[in-house]
């Protein structure tokens, strides 16, 4: 069974920075490429970016909004992927969820809270 | 990018009730779509891929149709667990894009 945990999530101030980790377990990580996705409070879904699998180029992506100021990595070795956040603003306030390729399995998402 | 309008943004039903949820592409997208259930407090879970494609252990009255540009989501009889929050998504090409959304309602 798939299974994808995230955490890391917290109250940041404006301009502090966080560092997401989505732990996966249940498929081949090092073969799937994972996303990032987000949710603001009552809002609806927005792509934040992916990181291809080795096989498939090993690169990034990164939504317009976030471009410069987020980025993802993942370790293979330990099946974990992750978001740094920096730069935070108060709309980055959100929960973030990861996803595995094609957005087929999600986890069940950490909130970044940014506020002073 | 490509843009995914999706109609209506709720709608009240009961039990039983046939419901349609259509979603629109700014550019022909082939039938490169997914189909999302969001229930309050809980992840996002994909009943259908490729436009059509019911996901294991999705029930059947979920069906998907379209291609191009112009998509449907039915539920043919709904029921008490249907009532979320419904999303389409775009991945035929990059940046992957959602539609706003539909909130399914009780009447």
């Known amino acids: 069974e798939v299974q994808l945990v995230e955490s890391g999530g917290g109250l940041v101030k404006p301009g502090g920075s966080l560092r997401l980790s989505c732990a996966a377990s249940?498929?081949?990580?090092?073969?799937?490429?994972m996303s990032w996705v987000r949710q603001a409070p009552g809002k609806g879904l927005e792509w934040v970016g992916h990181?291809?699998?080795?096989?498939?180029?090993?690169?990034?992506a990164y939504a317009a909004p976030v471009k410069g100021r987020f980025i993802i990595s993942r370790d293979d070795s330990e099946s974990t992927l992750y978001l740094e956040v920096n730069s935070l603003k108060t709309e980055d306030t959100a929960v973030y969820y990861c996803?595995?390729?094609?957005?087929?399995?999600w986890g069940q998402g950490t909130l970044v809270t940014v506020s002073s | 990018d490509i843009q995914m309008t999706q109609s209506p943004s709720s709608l009240s039903a009961s039990v039983g009730d046939r419901v349609t949820i259509t979603c629109r592409a700014s550019?022909?997208?082939?039938?490169?779509l997914g189909w999302y259930q969001q229930k309050p407090g809980k992840a996002p879970k994909r009943l259908i891929s490729t436009a059509s494609s019911l996901e294991s252990g999705v029930p059947s009255r979920f069906s998907g149709s379209g291609s191009g540009t112009e998509f449907t989501l039915t539920i043919s009889s709904l029921q008490p667990e249907d009532f979320a929050t419904y999303y389409c998504l775009q991945n035929n090409s990059y940046p992957p894009t959602f539609g706003g959304g539909t909130k399914v309602e009780i009447k």
């Open positions: 990181f291809n699998s080795k096989i498939d180029g090993g690169t990034t």
């Open positions: 996803a595995t390729s094609g957005l087929t399995h």
């Open positions: 550019q022909g997208i082939r039938n490169d």
């Open positions: 249940g498929f081949t990580f090092s073969s799937a490429s």
